[in-house]
């Protein structure tokens, strides 16, 4: 398409920030959150990762598209970004397994792209004055109707997400004939999470954010799985009644990300909103019961506090920190089998220092039945 980086897009910041760019993608508007992303592969994976609902990101690898991409190289059936700003956008690619390029396939998703704008300021601005709403345009240029657009924007603190990428319909996974049977919560989940829970021996019936408690324990599951996902975790009393009950089971449960928050809250931990979050494919975290240091991926703008959960040290203990800022990674249930964290041992993109989580889950299950 000839008009393609030919025309103009327009970035505008909630704290009244304007920047220029090319547009690519499609010709229209967006809004959301403003976040960024510090990986330097993946972003195919990235962009399909439901955790990223609802927001605009912002990629530090200055380029991207530069190999294309690949029907099998996503997290969900879809896009989940609202929109995305990069410093070089590539047209074209260099890898022979690719089936098109990244403007074919934001064009086949309907996602709105700023290039060619310096991705260092907008990134220090957000590590400056925190996660903010921004509108990109490449319909509109006057400012007016972008605040417009700006102020009509729902704050993602306290917007309830899951329940729109979720499942609509459960489905299964895996071997039927398994040794274990896990029931997994969609709250948003990646596929490469399921795909490691399944390698390892499981059956998964995956139901949707909201199914009941009594839905999920007729199918008799062995352990229960609380995915990843979008959205304020303390808006979500659906998911928090739920896991009430499937703690009075006493079955292993295991968390991930937004599943690590809903747990903690099922415990009477609280949840608050970071500053600008942790989302990359590079975050330290120390395991606090082998003293050894794992590089993480990490996709997350809530975090469990941590003051609640010491003085809940009877019940719950802290199993990972975070290096670079000393929040909760990880946590696990004393008197019961279960535990979650808050990042993601799947790692897609990302290193696999944490993978051994799904290990010592099935390994859990297996000792519970026992």
């Known amino acids: 398409m000839s008009h393609i980086g030919t025309h103009t897009a327009t970035l505008l910041l909630e704290d009244g920030t304007v920047y220029k760019g090319k547009a690519y993608g499609i010709k229209s508007t967006t809004s959301g959150e403003i976040c960024f992303n510090t990986g330097m592969t993946g972003y195919q994976e990235v962009f399909t990762d439901p955790s990223y609902y609802n927001q605009i990101l912002v990629t530090t690898n200055a380029h991207i598209g530069n190999y294309g991409t690949k029907a099998g190289d996503t997290e969900s059936k879809g896009v989940q970004i609202a929109g995305l700003i990069c410093k070089n956008f590539t047209i074209d690619y260099h890898r022979p397994l690719a089936d098109q390029s990244i403007q074919e396939y934001f064009e086949q998703e309907s996602l709105v792209c700023i290039s060619d704008i310096d991705t260092r300021e907008i990134v220090k601005r957000i590590r400056d004055k925190g996660a903010m709403n921004a509108v990109i345009s490449s319909e509109h240029e006057d400012v007016e109707t972008l605040q417009k657009i700006l102020d009509e924007t729902p704050s993602m603190d306290g917007l309830e997400l899951a329940s729109k990428v979720s499942t609509t319909e459960p489905y299964y996974l895996g071997n039927p004939e398994a040794e274990h049977k896990v029931a997994v919560l969609d709250f948003g989940t990646k596929r490469n999470i399921l ?130 800022d000393d929040t909760i990674e990880g946590i696990e249930l004393i008197g019961q089998p279960g535990f979650s964290v808050q990042h993601h041992p799947e790692a897609n993109p990302g290193p696999h220092d944490s993978r051994y989580l799904f290990d010592q889950f099935i390994e859990i299950i297996s000792n519970h039945k026992q």
């Open 195 to 324: 795909n490691c829970i399944a390698e390892r021996g499981a059956y998964l019936k995956v139901f949707p954010a909201k199914t009941d408690f009594e839905t999920i324990q007729s199918w008799g599951p062995d352990g229960f799985f609380l995915s990843n996902g979008p959205g304020d975790p303390s808006s979500m009393d659906y998911a928090i009644e739920t896991t009430k009950q499937i703690l009075e089971t006493k079955k292993p449960i295991f968390g991930i990300c937004l599943g690590h928050q809903i747990l903690s809250l099922a415990k009477g931990v609280s949840t608050y909103k970071m500053h600008h979050g942790h989302r990359g494919a590079n975050h330290p975290v120390i395991n606090l019961n082998t003293g050894k240091c794992e590089i993480t991926t990490q996709n997350h703008g809530f975090a469990v506090s941590s003051e609640e959960l010491e003085a809940k040290s009877d019940e719950i203990k802290v199993t990972h920190k975070n290096l670079n």
